[in-house]
């Protein structure tokens, strides 16, 4: 055996002694690392400073901040670790105005709550007031007095629920420019008729649809117009068949 690889026992306990005690000394700083841990997150579950402190809302115009953080259930009185996102996302979606919701929590007491609305699509005008109307058909708080809207259709005569809700999803399903081209729309709800609306568009034209189909074929009206003879008008149906009717000729028929 090469004498110079042994090492006598004697010569060897210091260095083993320090290796044990930088152990020994790790071992302790983890686990008091640990538990110190441990008793931060339990001052902080069970302090004030686990409750929410602040709440932002991003992305409402129609709905206020404060209507939202109300439907949402939080308050400052409210521990961040017990929000249930899910169970908060399903209150504020029953507000009529939010299409989408996501709820998120900052660390420490901070949570940040972000809405997508339904936008506005038309405005029906009942006893000379107007009152917007959402793509999903709902009906908001009238408009100031005085107050004539110019960015979208001017709806009429609709008193049931059902046709303005099936014409503001049409609306949400064109351009916007198409929709400004819109003037009005009337309901006239003809029993046993399909051709139940009526609309005047900004071009001069005339449309004849139905609530059952104008999602669908409202969105043929571009097209339509952009084929018509140059300088020509008149009644485009969108009901059951397609067709164009020129102004000159529904005149000399009314007078036959």
């Known amino acids: 055996m090469d004498k110079k690889k042994v090492v006598a026992l004697e010569d060897r ?31 902080y579950f069970q302090s004030p400073l686990s409750r929410v402190r602040t709440i932002s809302v991003v992305g409402q115009q129609l709905v206020s901040s404060d209507k939202v953080i109300k439907a949402s259930g939080i308050s400052n009185k409210t521990h961040i670790w017990d929000i249930r996102k899910k169970a908060v996302m399903s209150q504020i979606k029953k507000l009529p105005t939010v299409q989408t919701v996501s709820v998120k929590k900052k660390f420490p007491n901070q949570v940040r709550i972000t809405i997508k609305e ?16 959402l793509q999903n058909g709902t009906t908001l708080s009238k408009l100031q007095s005085g107050k004539l809207p110019v960015d979208a259709p001017i709806l ?7 046709p303005l809700k099936k014409v503001a ?32 568009m900004n071009d001069g ?22 084929n018509l003879p140059n300088g020509k008008h008149g009644t485009i149906h969108l009901s059951v068949g397609t067709y164009f009717i020129p102004s000159d000729t529904e005149q000399e028929d009314t007078q036959k």
């Open 205 to 226: 034209n005339k449309v004849i649809a139905s609530t059952q189909t104008f999602a669908k074929n409202i969105k043929l009206y571009p097209e339509i117009a952009a």
């Open 118 to 133: 339904y936008t506005r699509k038309a405005y029906i005008q009942r006893n000379g007031n107007f009152y917007p109307i």
């Open 13 to 43: 306990l210091p260095q083993l002694k320090k290796e044990r005690k930088q152990k020994a000394n790790r071992r302790f700083a983890f686990y008091a690392t640990v538990f110190f841990l441990l008793i931060l997150i339990v001052v």
């Open 169 to 200: 999803e049409g609306l949400a399903k064109i351009s916007r420019q198409m929709t400004h081209n819109i003037s009005d729309i009337h309901y006239i709800g003809k029993s046993g008729s399909e051709d139940d609306l009526v609309l005047y």
């Open 156 to 162: 009429f005569g609709f008193s049931k629920t059902e």
